[in-house]
Protein backbone atom coordinates (compact mmCIF):
# COMPACT_ATOMS: atom_id res chain seq x y z
CA UNK A 1 0.00 0.00 0.00
CA UNK A 2 2.67 2.55 0.93
CA UNK A 3 4.73 1.64 -1.98
CA UNK A 4 1.79 2.39 -4.01
CA UNK A 5 1.23 5.55 -2.62
CA UNK A 6 4.82 6.90 -2.94
CA UNK A 7 4.73 5.68 -6.97
CA UNK A 8 1.31 7.60 -6.73
CA UNK A 9 2.93 10.63 -5.19
CA UNK A 10 6.12 10.58 -7.62
CA UNK A 11 3.50 10.35 -10.59
CA UNK A 12 1.74 13.66 -9.48
CA UNK A 13 5.19 15.06 -8.88
CA UNK A 14 6.17 14.29 -12.54
CA UNK A 15 2.49 15.34 -14.31
CA UNK A 16 2.65 18.69 -12.32
CA UNK A 17 6.06 19.70 -13.56
CA UNK A 18 5.52 18.30 -17.04
CA UNK A 19 2.06 20.71 -17.06
CA UNK A 20 4.46 23.71 -15.56
CA UNK A 21 6.41 23.36 -18.04
CA UNK A 22 4.57 22.78 -21.40
CA UNK A 23 2.67 25.74 -20.28
CA UNK A 24 5.10 28.22 -19.57
CA UNK A 25 6.80 27.12 -22.55
CA UNK A 26 3.92 27.64 -25.11
CA UNK A 27 2.94 30.82 -23.44
CA UNK A 28 6.44 32.23 -24.52
CA UNK A 29 6.57 30.61 -27.80
CA UNK A 30 2.79 32.26 -28.71
CA UNK A 31 4.48 35.67 -27.68
CA UNK A 32 7.80 34.86 -29.96
CA UNK A 33 6.79 32.43 -32.35
CA UNK A 34 10.02 32.25 -34.28
CA UNK A 35 11.95 31.30 -30.99
CA UNK A 36 11.11 27.27 -31.76
CA UNK A 37 13.55 26.11 -28.84
CA UNK A 38 10.60 27.20 -26.67
CA UNK A 39 8.15 25.43 -28.81
CA UNK A 40 10.44 21.78 -28.66
CA UNK A 41 11.13 22.31 -25.09
CA UNK A 42 7.41 22.16 -24.59
CA UNK A 43 6.40 19.59 -26.88
CA UNK A 44 9.26 17.52 -24.91
CA UNK A 45 7.29 18.79 -21.61
CA UNK A 46 3.96 17.12 -23.56
CA UNK A 47 5.33 13.99 -24.34
CA UNK A 48 6.75 12.99 -21.13
CA UNK A 49 3.09 13.94 -20.06
CA UNK A 50 1.79 11.41 -22.09
CA UNK A 51 4.76 8.56 -21.04
CA UNK A 52 3.83 9.14 -17.47
CA UNK A 53 0.25 9.31 -17.97
CA UNK A 54 0.65 5.76 -19.97
CA UNK A 55 2.31 4.43 -17.46
CA UNK A 56 0.18 5.15 -14.79
CA UNK A 57 -2.94 3.68 -16.42
CA UNK A 58 -0.93 0.17 -17.38
CA UNK A 59 0.17 0.28 -13.35
CA UNK A 60 -3.27 1.13 -11.86
CA UNK A 61 -5.79 -0.31 -14.22
CA UNK A 62 -4.12 -3.51 -15.51
CA UNK A 63 -4.66 -2.72 -19.23
CA UNK A 64 -1.26 -2.07 -20.14
CA UNK A 65 -1.93 -4.61 -23.43
CA UNK A 66 -5.01 -2.30 -24.98
CA UNK A 67 -3.73 -0.87 -28.08
CA UNK A 68 -4.25 2.59 -27.62
CA UNK A 69 -2.23 2.77 -24.69
CA UNK A 70 0.29 1.05 -26.22
CA UNK A 71 -0.06 3.55 -29.17
CA UNK A 72 -0.24 6.46 -26.95
CA UNK A 73 3.11 5.23 -25.18
CA UNK A 74 4.59 4.81 -28.30
CA UNK A 75 4.01 8.44 -28.83
CA UNK A 76 4.96 9.51 -26.01
CA UNK A 77 8.64 7.99 -26.75
CA UNK A 78 8.61 9.22 -30.14
CA UNK A 79 7.79 12.91 -29.02
CA UNK A 80 10.18 12.92 -26.20
CA UNK A 81 12.80 11.65 -28.99
CA UNK A 82 11.98 13.87 -32.04
CA UNK A 83 11.92 17.40 -29.93
CA UNK A 84 14.96 16.62 -27.63
CA UNK A 85 16.72 16.40 -31.40
CA UNK A 86 14.65 19.62 -32.72
CA UNK A 87 15.68 21.46 -29.45
CA UNK A 88 19.28 20.48 -30.23
CA UNK A 89 19.73 21.78 -33.49
CA UNK A 90 17.47 24.39 -32.87
CA UNK A 91 20.09 26.27 -30.51
CA UNK A 92 22.67 25.48 -33.26
CA UNK A 93 20.65 27.52 -35.22
CA UNK A 94 20.66 24.46 -38.01
CA UNK A 95 18.41 21.84 -39.47
CA UNK A 96 18.94 18.15 -38.99
CA UNK A 97 20.19 16.55 -42.08
CA UNK A 98 17.73 15.37 -44.73
CA UNK A 99 18.47 11.39 -43.54
CA UNK A 100 17.96 12.46 -39.92
CA UNK A 101 14.36 14.79 -41.25
CA UNK A 102 13.60 11.42 -42.60
CA UNK A 103 13.64 9.04 -39.85
CA UNK A 104 11.65 11.47 -37.88
CA UNK A 105 8.43 11.51 -40.24
CA UNK A 106 9.12 7.44 -40.74
CA UNK A 107 8.62 7.21 -36.99
CA UNK A 108 5.50 8.90 -36.92
CA UNK A 109 3.78 5.75 -39.06
CA UNK A 110 5.59 3.36 -37.07
CA UNK A 111 4.42 4.49 -33.48
CA UNK A 112 0.66 5.10 -34.70
CA UNK A 113 0.15 1.49 -36.78
CA UNK A 114 2.67 -0.09 -34.78
CA UNK A 115 4.12 -2.09 -37.91
CA UNK A 116 7.05 -3.69 -35.64
CA UNK A 117 8.50 -2.85 -31.79
CA UNK A 118 12.13 -3.43 -33.07
CA UNK A 119 11.94 -0.76 -36.28
CA UNK A 120 10.81 1.71 -34.23
CA UNK A 121 13.42 1.09 -31.31
CA UNK A 122 16.18 1.15 -33.58
CA UNK A 123 14.86 4.29 -35.00
CA UNK A 124 14.85 6.29 -31.35
CA UNK A 125 18.06 4.90 -30.74
CA UNK A 126 19.21 6.69 -34.04
CA UNK A 127 17.74 9.42 -33.21
CA UNK A 128 19.00 9.75 -29.77
CA UNK A 129 22.56 9.14 -31.10
CA UNK A 130 21.88 12.29 -33.78
CA UNK A 131 21.13 14.05 -30.99
CA UNK A 132 24.18 13.31 -28.89
CA UNK A 133 26.43 13.89 -31.22
CA UNK A 134 25.37 17.19 -32.34
CA UNK A 135 25.74 18.10 -28.59
CA UNK A 136 28.61 16.90 -28.46
CA UNK A 137 29.85 18.26 -31.53
CA UNK A 138 28.30 21.79 -30.59
CA UNK A 139 29.96 21.71 -27.36
CA UNK A 140 33.24 20.94 -28.08
CA UNK A 141 33.25 24.12 -30.67
CA UNK A 142 32.61 25.99 -27.66
CA UNK A 143 28.48 26.91 -27.32
CA UNK A 144 28.27 26.56 -23.47
CA UNK A 145 24.14 26.52 -24.23
CA UNK A 146 25.08 23.02 -25.81
CA UNK A 147 27.61 21.82 -22.62
CA UNK A 148 24.52 22.43 -20.53
CA UNK A 149 21.99 20.73 -22.58
CA UNK A 150 24.18 17.77 -23.42
CA UNK A 151 25.09 17.20 -19.30
CA UNK A 152 21.21 17.30 -19.21
CA UNK A 153 21.00 14.85 -22.03
CA UNK A 154 23.56 12.61 -20.21
CA UNK A 155 21.43 12.52 -16.65
CA UNK A 156 17.99 11.68 -18.87
CA UNK A 157 19.53 8.67 -20.61
CA UNK A 158 21.08 7.54 -17.48
CA UNK A 159 18.03 7.44 -15.51
CA UNK A 160 16.27 6.16 -18.84
CA UNK A 161 18.52 3.56 -19.02
CA UNK A 162 18.67 2.79 -15.78
CA UNK A 163 14.56 2.34 -15.38
CA UNK A 164 14.53 -0.06 -18.42
CA UNK A 165 17.45 -1.97 -16.53
CA UNK A 166 15.13 -2.34 -13.73
CA UNK A 167 12.22 -3.29 -16.04
CA UNK A 168 14.02 -6.63 -17.36
CA UNK A 169 14.86 -7.26 -13.48
CA UNK A 170 18.32 -6.89 -13.88
CA UNK A 171 18.93 -4.09 -11.24
CA UNK A 172 16.67 -2.21 -8.27
CA UNK A 173 17.20 1.31 -8.60
CA UNK A 174 14.45 4.04 -7.59
CA UNK A 175 11.00 4.60 -9.08
CA UNK A 176 11.46 7.88 -9.47
CA UNK A 177 14.75 8.07 -11.43
CA UNK A 178 12.80 8.72 -15.14
CA UNK A 179 10.44 11.75 -13.87
CA UNK A 180 13.87 12.85 -11.88
CA UNK A 181 16.00 12.60 -15.17
CA UNK A 182 13.28 14.82 -17.18
CA UNK A 183 13.51 17.38 -14.28
CA UNK A 184 16.93 17.89 -14.63
CA UNK A 185 16.85 18.01 -17.83
CA UNK A 186 14.19 20.77 -18.27
CA UNK A 187 15.65 22.70 -15.99
CA UNK A 188 18.82 22.87 -17.74
CA UNK A 189 17.35 23.32 -20.90
CA UNK A 190 15.66 25.87 -20.12
CA UNK A 191 18.65 27.42 -18.44
CA UNK A 192 20.53 27.29 -22.40
CA UNK A 193 17.35 28.93 -23.52
CA UNK A 194 17.41 31.54 -21.91
CA UNK A 195 20.82 32.31 -21.88
CA UNK A 196 20.44 31.94 -25.64
CA UNK A 197 17.85 33.76 -26.17
CA UNK A 198 19.53 36.30 -24.02
CA UNK A 199 22.41 37.00 -25.87
CA UNK A 200 20.34 37.06 -29.26
CA UNK A 201 18.39 39.99 -27.61
CA UNK A 202 21.81 41.57 -26.57
CA UNK A 203 23.35 40.94 -29.91
CA UNK A 204 20.06 42.98 -31.45
CA UNK A 205 20.70 45.84 -29.49
CA UNK A 206 24.48 45.88 -29.52
CA UNK A 207 26.82 47.00 -32.54
CA UNK A 208 28.92 43.90 -33.44
CA UNK A 209 32.04 46.17 -34.35
CA UNK A 210 32.53 48.92 -31.02
CA UNK A 211 30.44 47.07 -28.45
CA UNK A 212 28.07 49.92 -28.06
CA UNK A 213 24.40 49.74 -28.03
CA UNK A 214 23.10 50.00 -31.45
CA UNK A 215 20.51 52.61 -32.90
CA UNK A 216 17.73 50.14 -31.47
CA UNK A 217 18.79 49.80 -28.33
CA UNK A 218 19.74 53.26 -27.41
CA UNK A 219 15.82 53.88 -27.97
CA UNK A 220 14.72 51.29 -26.27
CA UNK A 221 16.70 52.14 -23.04
CA UNK A 222 16.09 55.91 -23.67
CA UNK A 223 12.36 55.96 -23.12
CA UNK A 224 12.72 54.71 -19.40
CA UNK A 225 14.99 57.82 -18.54
CA UNK A 226 12.61 60.29 -21.35
CA UNK A 227 9.49 59.10 -18.43
CA UNK A 228 10.97 59.26 -15.24
CA UNK A 229 12.26 63.32 -16.53
CA UNK A 230 8.54 63.47 -17.48
CA UNK A 231 7.35 62.26 -13.55
CA UNK A 232 9.83 64.02 -11.80
CA UNK A 233 10.88 67.38 -13.71
CA UNK A 234 14.54 65.72 -14.11
CA UNK A 235 16.02 67.02 -16.97
CA UNK A 236 18.94 65.62 -19.03
CA UNK A 237 21.19 66.09 -21.73
CA UNK A 238 22.13 64.36 -25.52
CA UNK A 239 25.72 64.27 -26.75
CA UNK A 240 26.07 63.96 -30.30
CA UNK A 241 29.78 63.00 -31.41
CA UNK A 242 30.91 63.03 -35.10
CA UNK A 243 34.27 62.09 -36.33
CA UNK A 244 36.48 64.89 -38.23
CA UNK A 245 37.43 63.87 -41.37
CA UNK A 246 37.34 59.96 -41.17
CA UNK A 247 36.78 59.07 -44.15
CA UNK A 248 40.21 59.96 -44.79
CA UNK A 249 41.37 57.38 -42.62
CA UNK A 250 39.51 54.76 -44.32
CA UNK A 251 40.17 56.05 -47.81
CA UNK A 252 44.88 56.12 -46.32
CA UNK A 253 44.96 53.51 -44.18
CA UNK A 254 42.27 51.05 -45.06
CA UNK A 255 38.46 50.25 -43.30
CA UNK A 256 40.34 47.45 -41.25
CA UNK A 257 42.89 50.31 -39.60
CA UNK A 258 39.53 52.95 -40.11
CA UNK A 259 37.56 49.73 -37.70
CA UNK A 260 40.23 49.94 -34.83
CA UNK A 261 40.35 53.59 -34.80
CA UNK A 262 36.72 53.40 -33.87
CA UNK A 263 37.01 50.93 -31.46
CA UNK A 264 39.50 52.61 -29.80
CA UNK A 265 37.61 55.56 -29.65
CA UNK A 266 34.56 53.21 -28.04
CA UNK A 267 37.02 52.46 -25.44
CA UNK A 268 37.88 55.71 -24.48
CA UNK A 269 33.87 56.47 -24.12
CA UNK A 270 33.08 53.84 -22.09
CA UNK A 271 35.59 54.59 -19.68
CA UNK A 272 34.36 58.36 -19.79
CA UNK A 273 30.63 57.52 -18.77
CA UNK A 274 28.86 56.29 -15.86
CA UNK A 275 27.26 53.42 -15.22
CA UNK A 276 23.45 55.26 -15.84
CA UNK A 277 24.13 57.10 -19.04
CA UNK A 278 22.92 55.25 -22.59
CA UNK A 279 25.74 55.08 -24.76
CA UNK A 280 25.43 53.72 -28.34
CA UNK A 281 26.82 54.19 -32.08
CA UNK A 282 24.62 56.35 -34.15
CA UNK A 283 25.32 55.40 -37.46
CA UNK A 284 28.64 55.22 -39.14
CA UNK A 285 31.53 57.25 -37.17
CA UNK A 286 28.28 58.98 -35.11
CA UNK A 287 27.73 58.33 -31.25
CA UNK A 288 24.92 59.49 -29.20
CA UNK A 289 25.18 59.37 -25.15
CA UNK A 290 21.93 60.15 -23.32
CA UNK A 291 22.65 61.42 -19.68
CA UNK A 292 20.50 61.03 -16.94
CA UNK A 293 20.10 63.69 -14.53
CA UNK A 294 22.70 65.92 -16.06
CA UNK A 295 21.97 69.56 -17.21
CA UNK A 296 24.44 71.66 -19.45
CA UNK A 297 27.38 72.37 -17.65
CA UNK A 298 27.68 68.56 -16.78
CA UNK A 299 27.13 67.69 -20.51
CA UNK A 300 29.63 70.36 -21.91
CA UNK A 301 32.53 69.16 -19.35
CA UNK A 302 32.17 65.61 -20.43
CA UNK A 303 32.17 66.38 -24.06
CA UNK A 304 35.43 68.44 -23.87
CA UNK A 305 36.78 65.53 -21.93
CA UNK A 306 35.62 63.54 -24.73
CA UNK A 307 37.37 65.52 -26.78
CA UNK A 308 40.61 66.10 -25.61
CA UNK A 309 41.33 62.19 -25.02
CA UNK A 310 40.40 61.77 -28.50
CA UNK A 311 42.70 64.74 -29.37
CA UNK A 312 45.55 63.03 -27.59
CA UNK A 313 44.80 59.17 -29.02
CA UNK A 314 47.44 58.54 -31.53
CA UNK A 315 46.75 54.54 -33.48
CA UNK A 316 49.59 53.36 -34.97
CA UNK A 317 49.68 52.18 -38.71
CA UNK A 318 53.19 50.43 -38.42
CA UNK A 319 55.28 53.24 -38.37
CA UNK A 320 52.75 55.94 -38.89
CA UNK A 321 50.47 57.76 -35.79
CA UNK A 322 47.22 57.96 -36.98
CA UNK A 323 45.25 60.98 -35.12
CA UNK A 324 41.60 62.01 -35.18
CA UNK A 325 40.01 64.60 -33.55
CA UNK A 326 35.83 64.70 -33.17
CA UNK A 327 33.15 67.16 -33.02
CA UNK A 328 30.74 67.52 -30.42
CA UNK A 329 27.18 68.68 -30.25
CA UNK A 330 24.84 69.10 -26.94
CA UNK A 331 21.52 69.29 -25.94
CA UNK A 332 18.76 69.74 -23.17
CA UNK A 333 15.68 68.01 -22.80
CA UNK A 334 13.30 70.51 -21.95
CA UNK A 335 9.78 68.86 -20.39
CA UNK A 336 7.37 67.96 -22.68
CA UNK A 337 9.01 67.79 -26.16
CA UNK A 338 9.56 64.92 -27.69
CA UNK A 339 12.60 63.38 -27.36
CA UNK A 340 13.77 63.25 -31.32
CA UNK A 341 13.49 67.07 -31.35
CA UNK A 342 16.37 66.98 -28.20
CA UNK A 343 18.47 64.66 -30.86
CA UNK A 344 17.54 66.53 -33.45
CA UNK A 345 19.10 69.89 -31.69
CA UNK A 346 21.88 68.38 -30.37
CA UNK A 347 22.61 67.03 -34.03
CA UNK A 348 22.34 70.70 -35.33
CA UNK A 349 24.58 71.59 -32.67
CA UNK A 350 26.88 69.14 -34.34
CA UNK A 351 26.72 70.47 -37.59
CA UNK A 352 27.21 74.11 -35.77
CA UNK A 353 30.89 72.83 -34.52
CA UNK A 354 31.45 71.11 -37.32
CA UNK A 355 30.67 74.36 -39.20
CA UNK A 356 32.91 76.20 -36.79
CA UNK A 357 36.37 74.61 -37.59
CA UNK A 358 35.82 71.40 -36.27
CA UNK A 359 37.27 69.37 -32.80
CA UNK A 360 35.10 71.53 -30.78
CA UNK A 361 31.87 71.29 -28.15
CA UNK A 362 28.94 73.31 -28.85
CA UNK A 363 25.60 73.74 -27.34
CA UNK A 364 22.04 74.64 -29.01
CA UNK A 365 19.88 75.79 -26.64
CA UNK A 366 16.16 74.71 -26.47
CA UNK A 367 13.72 76.94 -28.38
CA UNK A 368 10.33 76.14 -30.11
CA UNK A 369 12.27 75.97 -33.52
CA UNK A 370 13.86 72.55 -33.44
CA UNK A 371 14.98 72.96 -36.99
CA UNK A 372 18.66 74.62 -35.58
CA UNK A 373 17.92 78.33 -35.83
CA UNK A 374 17.82 78.49 -32.03
CA UNK A 375 20.08 80.54 -30.22
CA UNK A 376 23.45 78.89 -30.29
CA UNK A 377 25.50 78.90 -26.49
CA UNK A 378 29.69 78.38 -26.96
Known amino acids: MLNSMWKAYIDGVGAGVFLIFLGARLDLWRHRPERLANLWLAAAALSALIVNFTGVLSRTTGISGHPIVGILNYIGVAGVVVSLLELVFSLAETTPPRLIRGLEFLLLPLTVFRITHNAVMIIVALLLLATLFKAVKSARKGDADARVVLWGLAVLLICLVSDTVNELGLVNVPYFLPVLGFIVFFLLATHAINCHLAREESAARTDPLTGLLNRRGFLELSRLVVSMAERSARSF ?54 LPDTGVDGANALGEKIRSSVEELETWYGATPICVTLSVGISEYHRGEPLTDTIQRADNALYRAKSSGRNRVEYLAFTDDTTGTGDLIK
Open 237 to 290: SVIMIDLDHFKRVNDKFGHAMGDRVLQEISSILLRRVRNQDILARWGGEEVIIL
